[in-house]
């Protein structure tokens, strides 16, 4: 059965050519693009990791880390944050809201690729 | 005091003035303050106050002087009046009694009189080239004359001649002239005296008056000048916290923009990777080769983003370092394999010379290996064959690190703005990346917040060294940069 990735991103443009590249290397992809929106899809699928933009709307991207680390299911599920604020205050903030792993943009899609393996490996 | 406030034309004086006195004031950075008046007013009554305090000196011992010459002028005088009166009456009663006795005394008193005399015309020369004076001192001679003529007639028995002499009309006359020339005399001693005193008064109301008027004067400059250096110091403080202010808005739209910049860019970046890489399907060379120049030129643009805001947060002292006791030729080590497939693509060599007893020294290893990127960079860019060498050394308390080529090397107008903000070097070798003219700007704050240095030698055709130390003892520098 293929692994689940739970892609929250609100950028469409970002979004889409990734979840392309990922359901290429066979990987069921599912697309949120609000804070609200990836909590559902989160408690609703259980994905196997989590691609999370640090600015979302409705819900920011740190909340929405902190909802699923607090859930007893799907708490230990990998997070990778994506953001476009590079500054030392944003990776605190990531940390302690409990991601794996911090990627700012742009990204290289190869990259996150590896990680993403690395993660789904274990 | 000038502060016009044209908003609030009603406003009492008092508040006008206490508005002018500073601390709330708005629009004080505007506002010239009459730094020449107020330096006239500090200078001159200061002048004047030190001209008058050295008149008010002069005049008290130029009182002191006549005072003293005042009253020693009178004691001369009656002496000299008493000892006359003394001649007369020994002459007198020499000739009336014939008694050798007196004639004893009589030249006993005379150098004490003409001794009195002396002091006085000393003390007052003035009153010698009066014209009583001159009738005085005749009279006096005649006088002196009769009475030792008398003293002698006496001394051969002639006492008839010698009562005529003494008691006779011409006698008396004489006398009378004498001691009217000394009361004319006196009377003049008094009157220059008088005037004398008379002149140092008013010496002494004016300096006085001028000193009561310089002071206030003095005072007020005074305050204006504290008001002033209050002033100052307001200002300052008003400019520093604008300059504050603007940083921190230069930052915050730096950081803005380029975080807004980001988001399209990662969405370019993906878009291209992904036909780039034929994810999306296959491309023709054509189409491959377009794509990758757009390619090249989004990664530069995500650089110069990148390099923008690390600057920014040098500058803002904004970033942070993370200091850890590391080996030194180990992180060289790593960098250079990790550049090694790019710089042996272009037809150059790399090697390393590293000093194996090179001690440890506390540095942020990411920012460090920024730096040796940085160098490297530079130097692959610069160098179209030969080769690129890294060294490592032991300098004194410091470790020297080189980074050197064998490329086009800088001219020496270029060497002086190669660490300025935005400069770039010109680069006759085709097809090599631009940069952002940040690189070395950032690696020179970085090594500065390693209490460290940065330089490079060059010779324009041969190639260049660029040279970085860091200090031994960073026990200084371990929490630098901290937010």
Redo the contacts between chains.
Sequence with gaps: MSKKILLVED?S??SR??A??LR?KGFEVFIAEDGEEALRLAFLEKPDLVILDLMLPKLPGEEVCKRIRADQTIGQVPIIMLT??????DHIVGKTAGANMYM??????NDLLKTIDNYLKK | MVNTKKTRPDESTQTHFLFSLGASSRDLLGKRFPVKILMVALVMPMAIMGVMGWLVWKTYWDFQETQFRDVRLRELYSRIIYLDEMLTTSARMAVATGNVHWEKRYLGFMPQREAATIAALELAPEALSTKEAATMNTAKRRLLDLETSSLDAVQSGRLDVARALVFGQEYDELKKLYSEGMDVILNILQRRTESALHSQRRRTIFAVSSMAIALPILLFAWLGVLRMVSRYISDRKKVEEQMRETMDLKYAFTSMVSHELRTPLAAIKENIDIVLDQTAGELNNDQQDFLSSAKTNVDRLSRLINDVLDYQKLETRQMNFRMEEADMNEVIQETVESMRPIIESRNVTIQMDLDPRLPQVAFDRDRIIQVLLNLLNNAIKFTSHGKISVISRRAGQDIQIAVRDTGIGIRKDDIEKLFRSFSQVSNPISGSAKGTGLGLAICKEILSYHHGEMWVESEYGRGSIFYFKLPLSTTTSKKVGAL
């Design positions: 950028e443009d970002i050519p990734l392309f590249r290429k476009a604020k590079a500054s030392e205050i700012t943009k742009p990204f290289e899609a």
